[in-house]
């Protein structure tokens, strides 16, 4: 069983980004946007290739999540 951790969608972390390519779940308050649970261990960066980072990294080039089309 894997397991997640939570973070704020303000949190500029990987798992925010709009380039984790692992799985994660996006949960709202009043239609907006207030947390994000994320898999926990490692995925890869689609934007620096080569690269693999966890939940928790953060880097120059985070973007905001939002700007994903699901």
Not at 19 to 35: A, C, E, L, V
Not at 42 to 62: D, F, P
């Amino acid at each position: 069983m894997s397991s997640y951790g939570t973070y704020s969608v303000k949190d500029k972390k990987c798992a925010t980004c709009s380039f984790w390519s692992g799985d994660r779940t996006i949960n709202y308050s009043g239609n907006k946007p207030q947390y994000i649970k994320a898999i926990a261990g490692n995925a890869n960066c689609i934007v620096t290739s080569n690269r693999s980072v966890s939940a928790t990294n953060t880097c120059a080039k985070w973007g905001l999540w939002e700007k994903i089309h699901f």
